[in-house]
């Protein structure tokens, strides 16, 4: 039992230190799988490697990709006329510019342009002290890069799914409790102060979903090319699905108050209508709870073909206030109508 728990306890530090040994050892790895090509300038590669160790194994690969063309460009720029130009401030600028120029030309992504300068500027420096050097600058950039990617896939790979669905957790948290707010705030008889509040508190949590989404980006791109997270992929996917619902949610949530602060302030808001209402959001923010604990469980399921989480009732016991039953077909029939001028609207 100490074992284990040891072995969890490593297992845990590892995970979490990874960013910092995983470039020791890259760095190391690349200089000594440098030395053995029989380069004469090792240093490159593991500098290579530490610029390529991304948070992820995709940024890994782009970043690798796009340091490799650059240096390949840049070097091939730069080595036929190195030994024309001379080591001179205006022949650096010059070199560096008609690089620079043609791969920002050509639409190359930032990363290669910078490569390019850089590997354009060393090679006209060094090729006239080393006539090997543009060959090894190339060598070393492919050793570090491909060193990276091995190790930032092998060992501990990123996976940030937790984090997602801890995100995912807090903001459908946060919806729940926006209803409850909203449900005391009919129950207390409107008061303004609190209307006021719920606003800025529903406005904040636009930028908590701008973070949502973020997460979920990551979680998707740390799983791209992850080897050991098929499993993982499955998850995410039905989160994702989840979280999709979970939006709409946020946005009826924000038309639901704008609807009842417009109905309090027009004085038309009966004491029957406020305890209706009071009890109908009560219910919604108990149906979110469940609705959270259900989509996490079913996401984390993988093995079940259902996205969907199963809710013990089919539909939400929500009332209307006894006066308007005759009036609820043509209400929903409004609404809808509204709603489709709306989206219209919009798409012009």
Not at 87 to 104: D, E, R
Not at 165 to 179: A, G, N
Not at 325 to 345: E, S, V
Request: hydrophobic share 45%; charged share 20%.
């Amino acid at each position: 039992m100490n074992d284990i728990s040891f072995l969890k306890r490593l297992h845990y530090f590892l995970d979490r230190t990874s960013e910092v040994w995983k470039l020791a050892l890259s760095s190391s790895a690349a200089w000594e799988l440098a030395k053995l090509t029989g380069t004469k300038h090792p240093y490159f590669a593991p500098i290579a490697a530490i610029l390529c160790l991304q948070v992820t194994i995709e940024k890994s690969v782009t970043s690798a990709f796009n340091r490799v063309i650059g240096t390949i460009a840049g070097v091939l720029l730069t080595a036929t006329i190195a030994g024309y130009l001379g080591v001179h401030a205006w022949s650096i600028g010059l070199i560096v510019f008609i690089g620079t120029a043609i791969t920002k030309k050509a639409k190359l992504p930032d990363q290669a342009i910078f490569q390019v300068g850089i590997s354009a500027m060393m090679v006209l420096i060094f090729q006239t002290q080393s006539h090997t050097y543009a060959f090894d600058r190339i060598m070393e950039t492919v050793i570090g890069a491909l060193t990276a990617i091995t190790i930032n896939t092998l060992f501990f790979p990123p996976d940030f799914t937790e984090e997602a669905i801890q995100s995912f957790t807090s903001f459908t948290d946060h919806i729940v409790e926006s209803f409850k707010k909203l449900s005391a705030w009919l129950e207390t008889g409107c008061p303004q102060g609190e209307q006021r509040v719920m606003h800025k508190e529903i406005q904040s949590m636009l930028e908590d979903l701008h973070k949502t989404l973020e997460h979920f980006e990551q979680a998707r791109e740390s799983l791209q090319y992850n080897l050991f997270a098929k499993r993982n992929r499955e998850v995410l996917k039905r989160i994702s699905s989840n979280f999709s619902k979970l939006r709409q949610a946020y946005t009826h949530l924000t038309s639901m108050l704008q609807a009842l602060t417009k109905w309090s302030e027009s004085g038309q808001l009966a004491k029957e209508d406020q305890t209706v209402w009071a009890n109908n959001l009560s219910l919604l923010s108990s149906y979110m709870e469940e609705w959270k604990s259900k989509s996490i469980a079913s996401a984390r399921n993988a093995a079940k073909p259902s996205l969907l989480p199963v809710f013990k009732t089919s539909s939400i016991p929500v009332q209307l206030p006894e006066k308007f039953h005759n009036d609820q077909y043509p209400i929903t029939l409004y609404n809808l109508t509204i709603q489709l001028t709306h989206d219209l609207k919009d798409a012009l």
